[in-house]
């Protein structure tokens, strides 16, 4: 009976030491998150407003798609907040982008 139970504690062991590897490759998986900007003008408040309802609608696709639905409350907040987060992060090279590009019209 003990050798069956040190191997079933082996086996509960190795299966645990392999879960988070199976975690990294289910979020290395994941499709990647891309909003719309082409068409706004991110420079006014009618642009960034449109830009963080698309923003929303993007997170909440991006987690409910990667199976976040099922999981408790909290860990769908963080992952729409953590997507919110990068996307904002991207914007500020966006909106100078924009700039540049006006700039460029302009000289011609």
């Not at 923003?55 to 639905?69: H, I, P, V």
């Not at 919110?84 to 966006?94: G, S, T, Y």
């Amino acid at each position: 009976m003990t050798n069956f139970a040190s191997r079933i504690a082996g086996v509960a062991t190795l299966a645990l030491a392999a879960l988070p590897f199976a975690a990294i490759s289910t979020a290395a998986a994941a499709a990647p998150v891309a909003v719309k900007v082409a068409d706004l003008d991110l420079n006014s408040a009618q642009g960034l407003a449109t830009f963080e309802a698309r923003a929303e609608k993007a997170a909440n696709a991006y987690c409910a798609a990667n199976g976040l639905g099922a999981r408790p409350v909290g860990d769908v907040a963080a992952c729409r907040a953590a997507v919110r987060q990068e996307i904002q992060d991207k914007l500020p090279a966006v909106q100078q982008a924009q700039v540049a590009r006006a700039t460029t019209y302009a000289a011609r």
